[in-house]
């Protein structure tokens, strides 16, 4: 597991670096609802959202592993993001900020994703991210002599593409990002981790669908209700 290890710490960097430049080449896309609040506020809600993301990472992601009666502790991408989300509203709700507050983090999450799912893939079969068997000529063999659904580079290159046409859009459209474009990345994140959990061996939960299907129709759910209740009133 030390190459996966290594390109944790190689995710992180690369997640503050592009945090940083996003942040100093958009200083508009910070996030709006502190203006005007205390710093200390700001800094409380980043330990919330890193406590949301360490905890839900783990919990959803020993339960998964736990699921398929495998022993052991595990860790979850989609299982940190919705407890970030969780944890982001609720401290939200009590500092009574209604404003979006999640594009800022959003390009430094998604090179955590991408970063980090490359490290999933090289890992291979000790990793448990790899897909279901494939006859497709990129399947791929992990050392077993089975060829399976590289579903951790179909991730990692997806979000890299959102990721393109997010940088490539914000110029022209920052508004538009800045009110709805957090929203945006969970329903771009969910809906496609969704379609690659049917390529994976993950054992169902309730009719057919893994415990990540369910928690990506959750934080759906909540995508669409957000950029919803976020479109301008018209009067």
């Keep these: 597991m030390l190459i996966h290890n290594v390109f944790d710490v190689l995710a992180l960097i690369s997640a503050v670096l592009v945090s940083r430049w996003f942040r ?18 700001y800094h409380a ?20 592993l ?9 860790k979850s991408m989609l299982g940190g993001v919705f407890g970030a989300i969780v944890a982001a509203e609720a401290f939200k709700v009590f500092a009574g900020i209604r404003q979006s ?33 494939t006859t497709l000529p990129w399947g791929v063999d992990f050392g077993d002599g089975i060829h399976r659904h590289p579903v951790q580079l179909y991730e990692s290159l997806t979000m890299l593409a959102f990721l393109i046409v997010l940088l490539l859009s914000y110029p022209r459209r920052a508004a538009f990002w800045q009110r709805q474009g957090f929203y945006v990345f969970v329903m ?18 309730l009719v057919g ?25 018209v009067e």
């Design 188 to 205: 771009v994140y969910a809906g496609q981790r969704f379609l690659w959990e049917f390529l994976k061996p993950y054992p169902p939960v």
């Design 24 to 41: 100093r080449r958009y200083p508009d896309g910070r996030p709006t609802g502190f203006a005007n609040r205390p710093v200390a506020l």
């Design 101 to 133: 507050t999640g594009l800022y983090f959003v390009p430094g999450l998604i090179m955590l994703i991408v970063v980090g799912r490359i490290g999933c893939f090289l890992a291979g079969l000790p990793d448990f991210t790899y897909g279901t068997p």
């Design 66 to 74: 736990h699921l398929a009666g495998r022993p052991g502790i595990a």
């Design 45 to 64: 809600y980043l330990i919330a959202l890193l406590l949301g993301l360490v905890v839900g990472g783990l919990l959803f992601g020993t339960l998964n």
């Design 209 to 233: 669908l893994n415990l990540f299907h369910w928690l990506c129709l959750a934080l759906l759910l909540y995508a669409v209700f957000m950029l919803k209740r976020s479109l301008p009133r």
